[in-house]
């Protein structure tokens, strides 16, 4: 990969495709795993044929990357042979004929309503961090975030009157996704201890913040659910996406459209949300009422 292409494919997927940093960073990492690969043969990127990356994507196979993976950095790699095409630097495409590995059929881990009401319940909600953190399962859960759309969530973005927020997806596409009451009162419950932080400049549109004043990782937050999880005795390995693939679910298991679905989760396909007919539908049915749980009008009295 000579010095210039690079820069050039970075400048590209950056300005002209829009990408965020984090995934113009995967994409570079792909490159940089068949590189090595080509350097072992003595070869550039640019000489591969389409036998030589067969093999390589049989190495990644042989040691244990699962086809989601490998067809993950296939796409990567497909993108600069593309650029490369695009930019008349080479004429033909080696991946242009290579099949993708078959993925199996794999259904998301979802959470049950009670899961997700005892790993918000074990939260503190005396303290700053107890009740951000109670915040932000709220917020995943009736939202359906991202863990990146939630980390990077402004407080102008949210629209409470009008009961939705504007998130940024891949790609920084706009979407608004409606917020529950329930969400929008914990965080209301949140920004009272918010006030108090000492927010470094730079920060203080940023919903969640650290102690520290500055926003939040997509580790911390992994690490938050992963903790509230283990405090409700929650017995499946989840993530933030847990929450989001549990958003999705409930809404289908309540009767909402699949492009609405759609819509909400920031999905290009509806290949991609099709995946959640696929998850029992047994699991909720006597819970869910409405299209949403957060939703649900309780009379009073």
């Known amino acids: 990969m000579s ?15 829009n990408l965020t940093d984090n995934t113009v960073e995967a994409y570079i990492s792909d490159l940089t795993k068949l590189r090595i690969y080509a350097e072992s043969k003595q070869l550039s990127l640019e000489s591969l044929t389409q036998a030589d990356i067969e093999e390589f994507l049989y190495g990644l196979r042989d040691v244990g ?3 989601k993976s490998q067809n993950r950095i296939l796409a990567g790699i497909r993108s600069y042979y593309r650029f490369l095409r695009l930019e008349g630097v080479m004429h033909n495409d080696p991946t242009e004929l290579i099949d993708s590995p078959k993925l199996g059929q794999h259904l998301p881990v979802v959470l049950t309503l009670q899961e997700v009401d005892a790993m918000i319940a074990a939260t503190d909600a005396s303290t700053c961090d107890g009740q951000r953190n109670r915040a932000i399962l709220e917020v995943l859960y009736s939202c359906g975030l991202r863990v990146s759309e939630l980390t990077d969530l402004r407080i102008p973005n949210i629209y409470e009157a009008e009961h ?5 997806g891949k790609g920084r596409k706009e979407r608004i996704v409606p917020i529950s009451d329930s969400a929008l009162r914990e965080l209301h419950n949140y920004f009272q201890f918010r006030y108090e932080l000492d927010i470094k400049p730079g920060y ?5 913040l650290n102690r520290f004043g500055r926003s939040l990782s997509r580790m911390m ?29 409930h809404l289908l298991e309540g009767g909402a ?32 009422l409405t299209y949403h749980p957060r939703n649900k009008v309780h009379p009073e009295g």
Do not use: C
């Open 257 to 288: 459209n699949l492009r609405a679905i759609q819509m909400m989760l920031g999905h290009e396909q509806i290949s991609t949300t099709e995946i959640y007919t696929k998850v029992d539908r047994q699991m909720l049915r006597e819970e869910i």
């Open 164 to 168: 939705y927020v504007l998130v940024y």
């Open 221 to 249: 937050v992994f690490n938050i659910v992963r903790r509230y999880a283990a405090e409700a005795g929650v017995q499946k390995e989840i993530s933030p996406h847990t929450l989001r693939h549990t958003f999705a679910t």
């Open 204 to 208: 203080q549109d940023y919903v969640f």
């Open 3 to 17: 010095d210039n292409n690079l820069i050039n494919y970075q400048s590209f997927l950056k300005f002209e495709r």
């Open 65 to 67: 990357i699962v086809p």
